[in-house]
């Protein structure tokens, strides 16, 4: 698996000379404690570093910038213990380049009526000392995320969570590098695109590399690397040559093998964590990236067909949010528009992921009837069951679109003469209605299908990254 880096949040709190030392230094130890009590949760997955209590502009401009050029600070979580004016925040807050969360929170659950006097409200005024500075980042137009509740709740801590994985993809987004092989497939409009705004707007670098490059690679790739790939295949995955001769079945899986490993040491090699392919411009592959593409999708990687290099980008960074955890390039291909049977089948032509099988995946060789090479190897398999989001990015002229709805996914019946891996899925709002909003608001038939991923955390990326949202809910 393609990791990232570990990344870690700081955490401040705000509050002013107003209420004494006294007061600040309870200030700083709640906050302390809630830090070490979120890291002791074990439902974040990265640490949360407490820097303390925030108390005047010079000291939260100073905080903002060190969090900009520290690598390693993937956000910033706020919580006012306080009131803290916010004109203190302007300067910091407008400088900050990082996603900003802010925990409206308050350290004690309840009110405690018996024993409550003056000294407890000036410790404990979080309920209006968040409004002071919710106003200012409203004002800042920052569409900054706010977490609303009391901080031990595991509802709210579960939301800290799923941001803090939308944040390290946000951070992550500006790293991600998509090796393009060979161009867009040919008079297809969908799968163009601007990228120059891209890295401008969502960090993603692009570029093309001839596949001749790629195919010197690949063929340098020794034998012995290929039998040892092969024994890790047959620990994985089962092996039917069906109704291949077994030669002709080794060879076909060996080569798919041999494209795995080149395009990886060819990604690796140059920082790529995300590629495509075009069936249309092959020159000196003898088959379809199958298997292979296959391969690497599982570890990670990110990957679009007919050279669609936004959907590598964002399977990439989707795969980052979701610890690569059942969140695949996908495509519609097929319907069922018969009442009561509404869905839509997804697959590719071979490349899908196999992080979704619910079967255990079997390596098979057919014709692909298509591309005009030797047949692929691939594996097949069928999907899962549950609820999942599907979401695409479009590129229109004012920009990016981000377009997505819930789905429930169900497992396609036997498709005995087509030979690929399979995924079902309904819009939530109905195969009607969601598609008749999918189509009108210009979205194509690649996507990203996630089990791991809510709408709220597309909502909070795109939000981050500045893109229009479609959202069909
Ligand atoms: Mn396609």
Not at 182 to 196: F, I, L, N, S
Not at 377 to 398: C, N, P, Q, S
Request: proline residues 4%; glycine residues 8%; aromatic residues 10%.
């Amino acid at each position: 698996m393609l990791n990232v880096p570990d990344y870690e949040f700081w955490f401040v709190a705000g509050s002013q000379f107003l209420y004494g030392e006294e007061q600040l230094k309870n200030v700083a130890r709640d906050a302390e404690d809630i830090v070490k009590r979120l890291n002791e949760s074990g439902k974040l997955p990265y640490k949360v570093v407490c820097k303390g209590v925030m108390t005047t502009a010079e000291g939260i401009t100073k905080f903002m910038k060190d969090v900009n050029y520290h690598d390693e600070v993937a956000g910033v979580i706020t919580w006012m213990h306080t009131f803290s004016p916010a004109k203190n925040w302007i300067r910091g807050t407008v400088l900050l380049q990082k996603p900003l969360l802010h925990l409206a929170t308050q350290y004690r659950e309840d009110i405690p009526y018996e024993t409550i006097d003056f000294d407890y409200m000036n410790l404990n005024q979080s309920a209006h000392g968040d409004r002071e500075y919710a106003y200012l980042n409203s004002r800042l137009d920052l569409k900054n995320k706010i977490v609303y509740g009391y901080w031990a709740d595991p509802e709210v801590q579960e939301e800290i969570a799923s941001w803090q994985d939308v944040a390290v993809a946000y951070n992550e987004s500006f790293k991600l590098k998509v090796c393009r092989f060979g161009d867009t497939m040919r008079d297809v409009a969908v799968t163009e695109g601007d990228k120059v705004q891209a890295q401008i707007q969502l960090g993603w670098t692009v570029d093309y590399w001839p596949v001749g490059d790629l195919v010197e690679v690949v063929d340098a790739v020794s034998e012995g690397d290929i039998d040892k790939a092969y024994q890790e295949l047959q620990q994985k995955y089962d092996l039917e040559p069906q109704a291949n001769p077994q030669d002709k079945f080794e060879s076909s899986v060996r080569y798919q093998l041999r494209e795995y490993l080149g395009i990886k040491k060819f990604l690796d090699d140059r920082g790529y964590t995300a590629f495509c392919t075009n069936f249309q411009d092959l020159k000196g592959l003898k088959q379809l990236p199958g298997l292979a593409a296959q391969l690497l999708m599982a570890e990670g990687y990110g990957f679009g067909a007919e050279g669609d290099w936004k959907h590598a980008a964002l399977t990439r960074l989707l795969k980052i949010m979701a610890h690569n955890d059942r969140t695949v390039f996908m495509e519609d291909y097929t319907l069922d528009l018969r009442h009561g049977h509404e869905a839509i089948l997804g697959a590719h032509m071979l490349e899908v992921d196999p992080t979704i099988a619910s079967d255990k995946p079997q390596v098979q060789v057919h014709p692909l009837d298509i591309g005009g090479k030797d047949d692929p190897a691939r594996l097949v398999f069928t999907g899962a069951e549950g609820e999942a989001v599907d979401v695409t990015i479009a590129d229109f002229r004012e920009g990016f679109r981000l377009i997505y709805y819930p789905v429930d996914c169900r497992k396609a019946a036997a498709t005995p003469h087509l030979p690929v891996a399979k995924q079902l899925w309904t819009p939530k709002t109905g195969l009607k209605d969601g598609s008749t909003r999918w189509l009108a608001a210009g979205g194509g038939h690649h996507t990203v299908l996630s089990f791991r991923l809510t709408v709220q955390q597309l909502h909070d990326l795109g939000t981050m990254l500045g893109v229009e949202l479609v959202e069909i809910v």
